[in-house]
């Protein structure tokens, strides 16, 4: 079975910083993509960022130069570095990723850890 986990949420101020992590397992191989996504009370599901199995990266413009996603492909793990957080970045934030090496179908959802930012 393939699982998400993600850490490295947390409650800072306005103008902060925190680095998610998403570490990925039951697949022998590397996830085509990885994603960020995020949701607050009474909004839709936002995507974020996302990486290719091969560095590739996609931002938001919401957050386009202030959060910077990667990955350490031997540990299997992703990271959503975000500086100059805004009270507007609260959400919970989740990790998805392909099962498929080579489609980037995001099926396996992890179960999110929350962002707090207070003004």
């Known amino acids: 079975e393939v699982q998400l986990v993600e850490s490295g949420g947390g409650s800072v101020q306005a103008g902060g910083s925190l680095e998610l992590s998403c570490t990925v397992s039951?697949?022998?191989?590397?996830?085509?993509?990885v994603a960020w996504f995020r949701q607050a009370p009474g909004k839709e599901r936002e995507e974020v960022a996302r990486?290719?199995?091969?560095?590739?990266?996609e931002y938001a413009d919401s957050v386009n130069g202030r959060f910077t996603i990667s990955q350490d492909n031997a540990k299997k793990t992703k990271y959503l570095q975000m500086n100059n957080l805004k009270p507007e970045d609260t959400a919970m934030y989740y990790c998805?990723?392909?099962?498929?090496?080579?489609?980037?179908?995001?099926?396996?959802w992890g179960q999110g850890t929350r962002v707090t930012v207070s003004s």
């Open positions: 998805a990723a392909a099962v498929s090496g080579t489609l980037c179908h995001l099926h396996v």
């Open positions: 039951g697949l022998t191989y590397d996830s085509a993509c």
């Open positions: 990486i290719y199995r091969y560095g590739a990266t």
